[in-house]
């Protein structure tokens, strides 16, 4: 038996093979190579692909606003002096000339007068830290309304909601850190909340302030946590939240080619490096634009915190906005009990309310799969209106998260839109509790209209726009069977599926709890896929395109036979 | 002290009138003819004689001005909030319906009617004369001073704010000296009276001079967006910044990867 030799070398060379042309910046990977083994390392994942859409650049966003906020932010370590150490101020702006100060404020004042590019830097550290914290709720919404958090992701989610816990928090830290009277204001409600807690209240309080407030102490601990603890975590957890993305491989909208196996979408290089590179540079220079010309936080004008002084127009930055609202239209309520006063008014708007909303954040793919049994893996993209229940719930949580935070802004409505404060407190009173589930059913009904509109769609054909007069006289459009990739599109959908019926649950012997259990998840699964519309079937399907055909044929004839029916037109 | 301070006006404006003798006929004359525009203009929530009118429930239609001396009137009057155009939870500033030797009658008139703290001289609200350190001073003080007092309700930068029941602190920019300087003696509406002897009148024009600062200095960190706070920021956060950065991820994820659209139609 002859083997063929002819490609197979004769020696053991002396020198390893290496890489034709590029010269230098070869030479120079190929050292690299040599001793960090970047090849083998990178030959995985310098292919790995990620589908196009974009609602998959919102986390996006986030991750380069954060950049963002990190390189602005080291800049501004190098002049911020965060002591709360009085001393008299003698910089650049005039009408504070003399006054007395924290270090801190003086310190920021220096930023924005006398640091070249301070204030510039300052007002993007700002925008971009808003901007970081809306992208992150942006992105959070669209992997929510798609089913993206599903089995495998559920663990990402719950990193996706403990990041923007950390980044409200990083936010808050830094709002206090320029010590003026907007930020004292803050430290000074913070402080109320923590003292609102029963029994352990003073002291947390006294523990975070080193003594009574406002002390001396609160500032360097707000940028040791700024600076350094957070941004630690946040880094941690954004380093988990992207190696769990590639792991996971990118969810991907279902279409002709796409399967729960695979990914069908752009490699890394060169396209997906040039389009998240590019979105970089975007987002930095939206960030800069806004910095330049947008005023953010004017500390000068607010003056230094002092305790007896207090501004109109006293908000938090928005991210804190809701809790805020909450604590705006929550009537008075207090208990006396045993000597120690209960503030519900406080407690519930802002000790109770954001970590329940936290929680139950966390809990929705739990809750979800819970409900729905399903415990399949999922690759492929739900639409919305696929999911009527879940997209309803986030609409209701999304209307009582906005009339909170409207609430929140109601000073500003008021003189804004000339009304009363107190009838924007009384209508928000209500509305908290009646918009969510005006929304939720609204939002429902409307995904089910979508799918019957889908439907419709794939069993009738889609709306030509041409009308067309029977014989008898009356008028109708004529319908045209979907391009079959649009159809499978529209059908590379999963069935709901049935939910387990009581006489099920009896027949199969489960008795006690198990069995409780059983049926409430039974009644709520009836609840949740209730008059969701099915995909049609193969033989529906079938039905529909021999339809289609015929129609087709009909038209033809019609349009051939010419309007009046005087025949083709001889041209 | 607030009584000892509108009587001290009062009191100093009684004795100050007889001195200027040669004025006191043109000044009667002045009265006459305030009445006269009283009676047609102010006399029907006032009362012909300035005491006041109650509704049937028993509260003010329109206050007394027995005693609200020619500041009041000068401020009411020269900003256009009275008359009002129909009542309600505040008077508006609007368009000034009278001219201001017709406000200068008006005002002459309700402060022969009883006490009450005379129209500010000009020297007392203006820097004129004054150099330039001495004005820095006079603004760094003010400043301090409008932070303790007047931002709880017209907002840090005095762009205004809200009051119960649909009442407002109006904004306080662009306002004449004088007005400012009668609004914190007279103390309108819901405003509280910053009297002499509360905020004396050196302190009043500091708070002044802080204001004109303000509204001469440049702002320095580009567009003020209402100069509202954190709410207005937070609404271009959301529609500018987010607004803007969605647009262009749509843009990115819209374009493939040809360079070209001719290629990409070759293509398919």
């Given at each position: 038996m002859s083997v063929d030799v002819s490609k197979v070398a004769t020696t053991n060379g002396t020198t390893p093979a290496t890489a034709k042309g590029g010269k230098a910046a070869g030479a120079i990977a190929n050292w690299a190579d040599e001793r960090l083994g970047l090849g083998t390392a990178m030959k995985?994942?310098?292919r790995k692909v990620f589908p196009d859409h974009w609602s998959f650049m919102l986390g996006e966003i986030a991750l380069w606003s954060f950049v963002v906020v990190l390189l602005t932010g080291v800049f501004l370590t190098l002049w911020f002096d965060p002591s709360m150490t009085e001393i008299q101020y003698d910089g650049?702006?005039?009408?504070?000339?003399g006054v007395h100060m924290s270090s801190a404020y003086a310190s920021s004042l220096d930023i924005s007068?006398?640091?070249?590019?301070g204030l510039l830097m300052r007002q993007m550290h700002h925008w971009g830290a808003m901007i970081f914290i809306a992208s992150m709720m942006i992105h959070m919404l669209r992997v929510y309304l798609t089913g993206a958090f599903r089995k495998p992701r559920e663990l990402n989610w719950i990193i996706g909601c403990l990041l923007l816990l950390l980044g409200t928090i990083e936010g808050f830290t830094g709002y206090s850190l320029p010590d003026d009277l907007l930020s004292g204001t803050g430290v000074r409600a913070a402080d109320g909340f923590m003292k609102a807690?029963?029994?352990?209240g003073s002291y947390m309080s006294f523990f975070l302030f080193g003594?009574?407030?406002?002390?001396?102490a609160i500032i360097p601990r707000f940028y040791a946590m700024h600076i350094l603890l957070i941004p630690g975590l946040l880094l941690a957890l954004v380093a988990a939240h992207m190696l769990l993305l590639v792991y996971h491989k990118h969810t991907q909208w279902p279409?002709?080619?796409?399967?729960?196996q695979n990914v069908v979408g752009y490699p890394m290089l060169p396209v997906y490096a040039a389009k998240a590179g590019g979105f970089f540079f975007i987002v930095f220079g939206t960030i800069a634009v806004m910095g330049g010309l947008f005023s953010i936080n004017a500390v000068w004008k607010y003056g230094p915190y002092d305790p007896s002084k207090v501004t109109a127009g006293s908000q938090p930055d928005w991210y804190m906005g809701w809790p805020d609202g909450l604590l705006r239209i929550i009537p008075a309520w207090e208990t006396h009990i045993w000597g120690i006063t209960l503030s519900w008014n406080v407690m519930i708007p802002i000790l109770v309310m954001p970590p329940l909303m936290l929680m139950i954040l966390m809990a929705l793919p739990f809750i979800e799969s819970w409900i729905t049994g399903d415990k399949r893996e999922h690759h492929l993209l739900q639409r919305p209106r696929n999911a009527p229940t879940r997209t309803a719930i986030m609409v209701a949580l999304m209307t009582f998260y906005g009339l909170s935070w409207a609430a929140g802004g109601n000073d500003i409505i008021a003189i804004k839109l000339h009304l009363s404060i107190n009838q924007i407190t009384y209508f928000m009173r209500g509305a908290v509790f009646i918009g969510p589930v005006i929304a939720f059913i609204i939002t429902r009904r409307w995904c089910i209209s979508l799918q019957r509109h889908d439907e419709g769609k794939l069993l009738?054909?889609?709306?030509?726009g041409v009308l067309v007069r029977s014989p008898e006289g009356g008028y109708a459009e004529k319908h045209l069977p979907l391009p079959q990739g649009q159809a499978y599109t529209l059908t590379a959908r999963d069935d709901d599926p049935t939910p387990e019926t009581v006489e099920e649950i009896d027949a199969s012997g489960a008795t006690g709890r198990t069995a409780r259990l059983r049926k409430l998840r039974a009644k709520l699964a009836t609840v949740f896929f209730a008059d969701n519309v099915q995909k049609p079937t193969a033989e529906e399907l079938h039905d529909a395109q021999h339809h289609a055909e015929h129609e087709l044929h009909e038209l033809e004839s019609q349009i051939a036979a010419g309007p009046n029916r005087h025949g083709p037109a001889d041209h | 002290m607030l009584v000892c301070g509108l009587l001290l006006t009062g009191g100093l404006y009684a004795a100050l009138a007889p001195a200027q003798a040669d004025t006191s006929q043109d000044e009667a004359a002045l009265v006459k003819e305030g009445r006269e525009l009283f009676l047609v203009g102010?006399?029907?929530?006032?009362?012909q004689n300035g005491e006041g009118v109650l509704t049937q429930g028993g509260s003010q239609y329109g206050p007394a001005l027995?005693?609200?001396?020619?500041a009041a009137v000068d401020f009411q009057v020269g900003t256009g909030?009275?008359?009002?155009?129909q009542p309600g939870s505040q008077a508006p500033r609007k368009?000034?319906?009278?001219?201001d030797e017709e406000t200068a009658a008006l005002s002459a008139y309700v402060a022969s009617l009883g006490t009450g703290p005379a129209i500010p001289d000009a020297e007392l609200y203006s820097t004129e004369g004054m150099s330039e350190k001495e004005i820095e001073e006079l603004v760094v003080r003010g400043g301090q001073i409008f932070l303790a007092n007047?931002?709880?309700?017209?907002n840090f930068e005095g762009s205004g704010g809200a009051m119960p029941r649909g009442g407002y602190a109006p904004k306080?920019?662009?306002?004449?000296s004088k007005h400012i300087y009668e609004a914190m003696l007279?103390?309108?509406?819901?405003m509280d009276t910053f009297s002499d002897g509360n905020i004396p009148p050196e302190d009043k024009k500091a708070v002044i001079a802080y204001l004109n600062e303000l509204d001469e200095?440049?702002?320095?960190?580009?567009?003020?967006?209402?100069?509202?706070?954190?709410v207005s920021e937070g609404i271009i956060a959301w529609v500018g910044g987010i607004g803007l950065l969605v647009g262009f991820a749509v843009w990115i994820a819209a374009?493939?990867?040809?360079?070209s659209k001719k290629k990409d139609e070759a293509a398919a």
């Open positions: 995985k994942n310098i650049a702006y005039d009408p504070l000339r007068f006398d640091v070249r590019g807690s029963p029994v352990v003594g009574e407030f406002p002390g001396d279409g002709p080619g796409r399967t729960e009738h054909g889609y709306e030509t | 102010c006399a029907f929530c006032h009362g027995t005693d609200v001396g020619a909030r009275m008359p009002m155009a368009e000034v319906v009278y001219t007047c931002t709880a309700c017209h306080i920019r662009g306002v004449d007279t103390g309108p509406q819901s200095a440049p702002s320095y960190s580009g567009f003020t967006l209402g100069s509202l706070g954190p374009h493939t990867t040809r360079s």
